[in-house]
Nanobody
Framework: VQLQASGGGLVQTGGSLRLSCVAS????????MGWFRQAPGKEREFVAA????????KYGDSVKGRFTISRDNAENTVYLQMSSLKPEDTALYYC???????????????????WGQGTLVTVSS
């Protein structure tokens, strides 16, 4: 099972980026997915999560109103649309997948079983 995150890069304050996470090796169309991030010297932080059907989403307080998580189950892909980016959004962003089928949305990193390699987002001031 592999989660391949992409879409990171360097962007100016106020800019936008869209991250993608493509899963292979098993389908995640019936599992919750999430995004987390880790800045240098800081603990990993919850960013967003989405239910297996895509109807329910949750966001970390620091990104509410600016980030949107979505998924395309036909493509086994989850997205994170990031807007109004700030320098404090600079981090390595990870996608995560839950092993449980038809389970609830997950907000903690220890609730996820599969992790991508991370994609770096750098926001310049």
């Amino acid at each position: 099972v592999q989660l391949q995150a992409s879409g990171g890069g360097l962007v100016q304050t106020g800019g936008s980026l869209r991250l993608s996470c493509v899963a292979s090796g098993r389908t995640f169309s019936n599992s919750a997915m999430g995004w987390f991030r880790q800045a240098p010297g800081k603990e990993r932080e919850f960013v967003a999560a989405i239910s297996w059907g895509g109807s329910y989403t949750k966001y970390g307080d620091s990104v509410k109103g600016r980030f949107t998580i979505s998924r395309d189950n036909a493509e086994n892909t989850v997205y994170l649309q990031m807007s109004s980016l700030k320098p404090e959004d600079t981090a390595l962003y990870y996608c995560a997948g839950d092993r449980t089928m038809y389970g609830g949305i997950k907000l903690r990193d220890d609730q996820y079983d599969y992790w991508g390699q991370g994609t770096l987002v750098t926001v310049s001031s």
